[in-house]
């Protein structure tokens, strides 16, 4: 057997370091380091002198937190232990580790392939081989962000997490296109619903009103959760795959008065886009103190949102939809304006964990690099959140948004071509991230999944209640769409095309 090469690394180090007999300095290598037994470290010439300023700790750390990653290459290392004996404080410093991750075209292998034939998909260098996943979230995703998690234990008051968490908010302010300093970006270990939670117990006060504009399934759902912390809830519903209209939307902000307005971006169980933006202005114009809240779980990230310039008041979101970070993070841009709303609530808030009495300050001081505590964060994802968001950010909002758009009407297309209709029938009422798609008569979706499972490719069934075996769910956003490398889509389109022609015959259709 071969030794590892964290093996031989360990014998060489131990033989050179234990060896050396009571004297202070032992030489190591050629490169003019000298390690002292105290746990200091001696460079000859020019370098000469022990290695505590914060760019030369970083670089040490940098080194021996990229050799545990055990991955190659690996660079020289310096240092006779895998972690530091006598950490010093500065040492606490962030680790980007290597981007190594090589796209990877293959075969699937069985059960997800039954013959030679059968489309390949796209499998990233440190991944295992699966099923790719284009569902309406979680998503695929990157390989940085995935290793990104790998990250060394670390404390979350410590300098290096409160800088990587001060970014990563700073960064949610440019996902939302938000400049204004009165609203406050929230990172919260929970779920896209804790969001709800936040809203309801926070910004609406027990027997004040509140207008939802029902699109599907999760309207509902946050009808229930606002009802439950004591507001009354009217609903605004359109038929199923529509949205309501601007005047029924006018006519009810004129009736009485309510203190907010939610409205679901991208229902994920129609596939239903509402224009935010309009529904912005209408409030703005009709009821001007009505807070606007969007539920944007299923559109941050592919969808446009310009939070200051359409006078928003909430967007709610989770990390695993196009925003491509792993589940477990819930994630809200606040207003000035519901901010104040907030400060001057009657009533505490009718929640603890969820009280922004609790977050606010803990937000604005880690967003000022200053270590705070109320409930300990997600370190990993809050690391996962920070790489997907500088991948983001890096090139303008708008070239997202119109990739999404692109991927979109491709799929659509293809799905017309198939002779498939979808829910959203309407084009300004379909969303970009993901599809609805109504099966042909005498299939449900149990005839079809399979089929795309067994070709590397899951889908969604349906979700809304009133016919959640009649249709399937297309999800297209995130890495599978911004990565040119990866041929999610295409693989998925005949994927679905082989499924369906499958499912037909085996039922004589």
């Known amino acids: 057997m071969v030794p590892s090469t964290n093996f031989l690394l360990f014998l060489f180090f131990f033989s050179v370091f234990f060896l050396s007999g009571t004297s202070r300095r032992t030489k190591v290598g050629a490169a003019g380091v000298r390690l002292n037994l105290d746990g200091g470290i001696t460079l000859d010439g020019a370098s000469r002198g022990k290695l505590t300023s914060p760019s030369q700790a970083t670089q040490r750390l940098s080194l021996?937190?990229?050799?545990?990653?055990?991955?190659?290459?690996?660079?020289e290392l310096n240092t006779p232990f895998s972690t530091e004996r006598n950490s010093l404080p500065s040492d606490d410093l962030e680790y980007n580790p290597l981007h190594r991750s090589t796209t990877i075209t293959t075969p699937l292998p069985p059960p997800f392939s039954s013959s030679p034939n059968t489309s390949t998909s796209t499998i990233m260098s440190t991944q295992a081989p699966h099923s790719t996943l284009l569902i309406p979230g979680p998503i695929e995703f990157d390989d940085a962000v995935l290793q990104s998690m790998a990250h060394y234990a670390e404390s979350h008051v410590g300098p290096g997490f409160v800088k990587t968490f001060g970014e990563t908010l700073s960064m949610v302010r440019k996902l939302f296109q938000s400049t204004d300093p009165a609203a406050q970006p929230i990172v919260v270990?929970?779920?896209?619903?804790?969001?709800?939670?936040i809203v309801a117990s926070?910004?609406?006060?027990?027997?004040?009103?509140?207008?939802?504009?029902?699109?599907?399934?999760?309207?509902?759902?946050?009808?229930t959760c606002l009802e439950t912390y004591g507001a009354n809830a009217t609903q605004i519903k359109a038929p199923i795959g529509d949205r309501p209209s601007f005047?029924?939307?006018?006519?009810?902000?004129?009736?009485?008065?309510?203190?907010?307005v939610t409205i679901t971006h991208v229902d994920t169980s129609t596939g239903v886009l509402s224009d935010i933006k309009r529904v912005a202005e209408i409030v703005r114009r009709v009821s001007p103190e009505t807070l606007v809240v969007v539920d944007g779980v299923c559109?941050?990230?592919?969808?446009?949102?310009?939070?200051?310039?359409w006078d928003i008041d909430v967007v709610l979101t989770a990390s695993q939809k196009a925003i491509g970070c792993p589940p477990g993070l819930s994630i809200l841009m606040l207003s000035g304006?519901?901010?104040?709303?907030?400060?001057?609530r009657k009533t505490p808030p009718a929640a603890y964990y969820a009280s922004l009495a609790n977050w606010l300050p803990i937000m604005k001081n880690y967003e000022s690099f200053k270590p705070s505590y109320f409930a300990t964060p997600a370190t990993q994802l809050v690391h996962a959140l920070h790489t997907t968001l500088s991948q983001?950010?890096?090139?303008?909002?708008?070239?997202?948004?119109?990739?999404?758009?692109?991927?979109?009407?491709?799929?659509?297309?293809?799905i017309e071509g198939l002779g498939l209709q979808q829910l959203a029938a309407k084009p300004e009422n379909q969303a970009h991230a993901m599809t609805a798609i109504w099966l042909p008569e005498g299939l449900a979706a149990p005839d079809v999944l399979p089929g795309l499972l067994k070709r590397g490719v899951i889908f969604a069934a349906g979700l809304h209640k009133e016919c959640p075996t009649k249709y399937i769910r297309f999800g297209h956003m995130g890495v599978s769409v911004t990565d040119p490398a990866r041929k999610d889509?295409?693989?998925?389109?005949?994927?679905?095309?082989?499924a369906l022609a499958d499912a037909k015959q085996a039922k004589g259709l």
Request: glycine fraction near 6%; charge should be negative.
């Open 189 to 197: 270990s929970g779920s896209g619903t804790l969001g709800w939670d």
């Open 64 to 75: 021996i937190s990229r050799h545990l990653d055990q991955r190659l290459p690996l660079p």
């Open 489 to 498: 889509i295409d693989n998925a389109l005949a994927a679905l095309k082989d």
């Open 299 to 309: 559109s941050v990230g592919c969808e446009e949102i310009a939070f200051d310039a």
């Open 392 to 414: 983001i950010t890096a090139r303008p909002m708008p070239e997202r948004f119109a990739a999404h758009a692109q991927a979109s009407a491709r799929v659509k297309a293809a």
């Open 247 to 260: 005047e029924q939307i006018e006519q009810a902000l004129k009736e009485k008065p309510y203190k907010v």
């Open 337 to 344: 304006r519901a901010v104040n709303v907030f400060q001057n």
């Open 202 to 223: 926070n910004l609406v006060e027990k027997g004040e009103n509140a207008l939802v504009l029902h699109t599907g399934y999760f309207a509902d759902s946050f009808a």
